[in-house]
């Protein structure tokens, strides 16, 4: 098993473009779930899905931020325009309905916005 | 407040002695879980044990173990024999059930724990 891919692994960008985060969870799970990690505000959710169908968003920002799914295969977190304040490591996790308690992170992107 | 509170910014440990991290959580609902996860240096989140709260015994896991005492809302991690490769951050997470957080993990600030040789 691959296990949570993420693409790409590190981006450099200028204030003002949008920046697209790519997520391919484990095949077969039927939750997806993107984080944000920051020294100042920690490890923090910010949207997920059941069955692609989003559940929660109430930790996504503002409204640059938004994220789709597509199918159960494919997962996007976009900024648009991004700030320097979006700098952090944005990690998607997935995990099962069986076994929903252990959630698989990915590597994480680590997003620099200049 | 914080729902998830880790007091130990950074514990050392000598190589094969256990070490305990503090980990204490705050909610009002009855069915909750307690998660455990390891970030090495390469940054990537590795789960390493879960504990329910109506789970009656202390969930293990090989070297890993958690000290459930529900009565005061900690939930500590034990790593017995120290390795070098536990040199890590540990994050202490919580989900609530039934609350505004379901289906999601909350996690704590973390500990950095460093083993010594």
Sequence with gaps: DAGVIQSPRHEVTEMGQEVTLRCKPISGHDYLFWYRQTMMRGLELLIYFNNNVPIDDSGMPEDRFSAKMPNASFSTLKIQPSEPRDSAVYFCASSSYDRYNEQFFGPGTRLTVL | ?117
């Design chain 2, 1 to 117: 407040a914080q729902k998830i509170t880790q007091t130990q910014p950074g514990m050392f440990v000598q190589e094969k002695e256990a070490v305990t991290l503090d980990c204490t959580y705050d909610t009002s609902d009855p069915s909750y879980g307690l998660f455990w996860y390891k970030q090495p240096s390469s940054g990537e989140m590795i789960f390493l044990i879960y504990q329910g709260s109506y789970d009656q015994q202390n969930a293990t896991e090989g070297r890993y173990s958690l000290n459930f005492q529900k009565a005061r809302k900690s939930a500590n991690l034990v790593i017995s024999a120290s390795q070098l490769g536990d040199s890590a951050m540990y994050f202490c997470a919580m989900r609530e059930d039934y609350g505004g957080s379901q289906g999601n993990l909350i996690f704590g600030k973390g500990t950095k724990l460093s083993v010594k040789p």
